[in-house]
């Protein structure tokens, strides 16, 4: 079953508005990330918090995390019609002490920024 | 800069007809992925490698195989595609110890007529 379900599916908005994307998963999870990509190409890894963590800022991003309902929210403020693209969410497995695991992402949102 | 360069940016093959993708890497990583990504769907892994170590997803279809003949060069064989094998085939590289951060490809696109 699909690891990480992301909400809304699509998502339009205004340049300057903020953007919020949702993301939950299902199992015990290493680290959740959060990627970026644009049409037609490759992803872009935008920002990652730990599982012990509970928000994360990155320039305009800020990312939530609540392990207890297994869910996190990116949010992008002052959006730009340069941000529109598609955002994955990628949880990290809990790989059991090795060094690294695979990604599983989520279906994706896709983002319009209108200017 | 160090990168990772997927060649060709688009292929176009006939149904049943043998293609290799490629995917290089300037990074030194020791693990390469290979996904596949089809018109608004997440990426699905379809393998990895650490290092040598080749790691086949449980839902791989057979007709999809891989081989990696040094860290720097990854390539992705399908023996006999099919129309449903028309995707985006992504390739990506992490560095154990790095949360597996992973870094991608502009991805080759796959037509099958």
């Known amino acids: 079953s699909q690891q990480g379900e992301e909400d809304p599916q699509a998502l339009s908005i205004q340049e300057g508005e903020n953007a919020t994307m949702n993301c939950s998963y299902k199992?015990?999870?290493?680290?959740l990330q959060w990627y970026r990509q644009n049409s037609g190409r490759g992803l872009v890894h935008l920002i990652l918090?730990?599982?012990?963590?509970r928000e994360k800022h990155s320039g305009r991003l800020r990312v939530t995390l609540d392990t207890s309902k297994k869910s996190s929210s990116l949010l992008i403020t002052a959006s730009r019609a340069a941000d529109t693209a598609s955002y994955f969410c990628a949880t990290g497995e809990d790989a059991g002490g090795t060094s690294y695991g695979k990604l599983t992402f989520g279906q994706g949102t896709i983002l319009t920024v209108h200017p | 800069d160090a990168m990772v360069i997927q060649n060709p940016r688009y292929q176009v093959t006939q149904f049943g007809k043998p293609v290799t993708l490629s995917c290089s890497q300037t990074?030194?990583?020791?693990?390469m992925y290979w996904y596949q990504q089809k018109s608004s769907q997440a990426p699905k892994l379809l393998f990895h490698y650490y290092d040598k170590d080749f790691n086949n997803e449980a839902d791989t279809p057979d007709n999809f195989q891989s081989r990696r003949p040094n860290t720097s060069f990854c390539f992705l064989d399908i023996r006999s595609p099919g129309l449903g094998d028309a995707a985006m085939y992504l390739c990506?590289?992490?560095?154990?110890?790095?949360?597996?951060?992973?870094?991608f490809g502009a991805g080759t696109r796959l037509s099958v007529l």
């Open positions: 918090i730990r599982s012990n963590e």
């Open positions: 990506a590289t992490s560095r154990p110890g790095s949360k597996n951060i992973q870094y």
């Open positions: 199992t015990s999870i290493n680290n």
């Open positions: 990074l030194n990583h020791n693990v």
